[in-house]
């Protein structure tokens, strides 16, 4: 608190945190907990994340109202952020497979819940806890190298990395599908007209595609907004269920059907297509969660490249978060601006740099540990780090392959998210690590 300005966010924060002062020492100056109390604690954690994936589907099923509607999967997460949820859940997978092949839990119990767990990260289909938990994977996977015979290590390792390019296969083959044209258009050939007579707008320079077929070609505005204004309740102009603007929605959809956006071709869709439109479905393709979420990410980078605008691009806003935090921070890069202060000293250099992002995406860093560097400065980053790491050193608890996982989940949503800035984040760290540095080595 000792170089903030902003005394209301600093104590704001300071409460926040409390959870990292308060459960240390409840924790750590009670008994440790013993074999029995250990069983029940992750009995009790790993039901209690079963109860809340059966509430996210609820959700999901419209059984209970979110909190909020912007047709995306992190509405199905109503107790906390969607990548804290994630976190939480990706740790309970490494969990129950830990208690499935390790600890020989009752293996229909611990089957069950490796299921249910795994169904609800499928369903907030986060990619932060896909990458978390790749890594975490190909750490346990080197670790485990350690103990198993010579002779066999080369089969081991020919077949991991046969896995990462079966991998690597489907990323690539996904990318070049949706760069590659599937009709080659002259641009001297296209239609002047649409069948109604209004003149086509064909944007040339703009190359996305959408399922093979161009976007930005062959696109009669006036007259298709009569026609959709006609076949739905919400109008043109409008925005859809997921809160993008259905003008857009609508061209991608009938593109990739490779359609041309006019009156006539808007005919040809039938009542389902045109409540999938409503719905915030930019194509009348059928894609799993995955691929979908793989998908929107490439088509965001596509749309970057095209017109190097940031703005409600989800990932891509985030290079843009990091950039301005690291320009926060080289200005007052040794005490930095004091604990709460990212937040008014970010709004500033938004305005000093005037930034391309819109006023409503002019967001915080998105990593935490970019907001402490703000907050503390390298000096007081250093020692935050010195303060988190020095227990894992002295105890030797990383050497437990969960305590490893735990890591390596709450290093990789750190870079994605500010993870401490919000109580339930606080809450999970501190609970989950405090048990950890706490506990007896025979458990």
């Not at 440790?32 to 999901?60: D, G, I, Q, R």
């Not at 249910?116 to 986060?126: E, K, R, T």
């Not at 204004?229 to 490779?258: C, H, L, V």
Request: charged share 20%; glycine share 4%; hydrophobic share 45%.
């Amino acid at each position: 608190m000792l170089f903030t300005n902003d005394l209301s966010n600093g104590l704001n924060s300071l409460r926040i945190k409390l959870p990292l002062l308060i459960l240390p020492l409840v924790i750590g100056t009670s008994d440790p907990l013993k074999a029995k109390e250990w069983k029940s604690v992750l009995t009790v954690f790993l039901c209690s994340l079963c109860a809340s994936v059966l509430v996210l589907f609820l959700v999901k099923y419209d059984l209970i109202n979110p909190k909020k509607n912007t047709g995306s999967n992190r509405d199905l997460s109503i107790f906390m952020s969607h990548i804290r949820y994630a976190v939480l859940l990706s740790f309970g997978f490494f969990l129950s497979g830990y208690l499935l092949f390790v600890q020989k839990l009752n293996k229909v119990i611990a089957l069950v819940f490796v299921v249910i767990i795994a169904a609800g990260l499928y369903q907030l289909n986060s990619f932060t806890s896909y990458i978390a938990i790749t890594i975490a994977i190909l750490f346990l996977f080197l670790r485990s190298l350690k103990g198993v015979f010579v002779r066999h290590r080369l089969a081991v390792i020919a077949s991991f990395f046969l896995s990462l390019t079966v991998i690597a296969s489907y990323f690539i083959s996904v990318y070049q599908e949706m760069n590659t044209p599937k009709v080659e258009i002259v641009n001297t050939e296209l239609p002047k007209y649409s069948p109604n007579g209004e003149k086509y707008l064909h944007d040339t320079i703009n190359n996305t595609l959408e399922n093979g077929f161009y976007l930005w070609r062959n696109i009669a505005e006036i007259e298709l907004v009569t026609a959709w204004n006609k076949a739905s309740n919400i109008p043109f102009y409008a925005f859809d269920k997921r809160g993008q603007e259905i003008k857009y929605t609508i061209y991608r959809y009938m593109t990739s059907m490779g359609l041309r956006k006019d009156a006539n071709s808007l005919s040809q869709l039938r009542r389902g297509d045109v409540i999938r439109i409503e719905n915030g479905e930019t194509t009348y393709l059928k894609y799993n969660l995955f691929e979908k979420r793989l998908r929107s990410l490439i088509f965001e980078f596509q749309q970057y490249k095209q017109t190097k605008n940031p703005n409600n691009q989800t990932l891509i806003q985030r290079f843009f978060y990091w950039k301005i935090a690291l320009k926060t921070f080289s200005k007052h890069w040794f005490f930095g601006y004091g604990t709460g202060g990212y937040k008014e000293a970010m709004s500033k250099e938004y305005k000093m740099a005037s930034s391309i992002l819109e006023i409503e995406n002019q967001k915080f860093p998105h990593n935490q540990f970019l907001t402490q560097l703000i907050n503390l400065g390298l000096f007081g980053f250093i020692l935050w780090l010195t303060v988190l790491v020095s227990p894992l050193l002295y105890t030797k608890i990383y050497r437990n392959p969960l305590c490893f996982v735990f890591g390596i989940l709450m290093v990789v949503s750190m870079l994605s998210d500010d993870m401490l800035e919000r109580q339930s984040g606080v809450s999970i760290f501190s609970f989950i690590y405090t048990l950890f540095i706490t506990q007896r080595k025979e458990n």
